[in-house]
């Protein structure tokens, strides 16, 4: 008997280590004596599946619990959920970071660091305009977008002075750090 419950245990760790999410926090917890600022952001990446997932199956079971007589259903319904938008949102944010190295690798530092200025001032453009646009007292429902801002600027100035400037004594070279990147996610997109 213990036996079978000792196979089922291992037979659920391995599963979970297979999910997407699973990967992101290998992956964060990989990088953070290399690339610590990559692996801030890759755990805020996760942070951000999680709370996607927790608000998801929060909503499902509000919506479901006037139907279910005892909620137990309601619960699992919503457990349910909140486990698929975790994993399809971080399957997407895996898919959306290989993207960005093929692109990185295909276009060269010059280009990325104008595409992360871009992005950069989109993003507190739309953050000053919710900002603006927002009340007083529903300030805290604008936390993640400017967390998302602040991020993406801080990501824009570490990677400017890392790749672009040679006197900079973190300087990297950015064709080395990206295939590196490329081989590191594919190894951890298949489990190793």
């Known amino acids: 008997m213990m036996g079978r419950l000792r196979a089922a245990g291992s037979a ?6 297979q999910t997407h999410a699973a990967r992101l926090a290998t992956m964060a917890a990989r990088l953070r004596r290399e690339t610590p600022l990559v692996a ?3 755990a805020a990446i996760l942070l ?12 499902v079971h509000a919506v479901l619990s006037p139907a ?19 994993e399809l949102a971080a399957a997407f944010a895996i898919t959306l970071m ?11 530092r010059h280009c990325m660091l104008a595409l992360l200025v871009v992005a950069s001032a ?16 529903a300030i805290a429902g604008a936390i993640l ?9 801080v990501l824009t100035l570490w990677f400017e002075r890392a790749y672009l400037r040679p006197a900079y004594p973190g300087f990297r070279d950015f064709w080395v750090d990206v295939v590196d990147a490329r081989h590191f996610l594919m190894r951890s997109a298949h489990g190793e």
């Open 12 to 17: 659920l760790y391995e599963a979970a280590c």
């Open 40 to 42: 801030i952001l890759i």
């Open 48 to 59: 951000f599946c999680l709370h996607l997932g927790w608000a998801t199956g929060r909503s």
């Open 68 to 86: 279910s007589p005892t909620g137990i259903g309601a619960t699992l319904a919503g457990l349910v959920v909140g486990l698929a938008v975790i």
């Open 98 to 108: 290989t993207a960005g190295l093929q692109l990185a690798y295909d276009t060269g």
């Open 122 to 137: 989109f993003a507190l453009l739309g953050l000053g305009w919710r900002l603006w646009e927002t009340s007083p007292a």
């Open 145 to 153: 977008p400017a967390l998302g801002a602040a991020g993406l600027v």
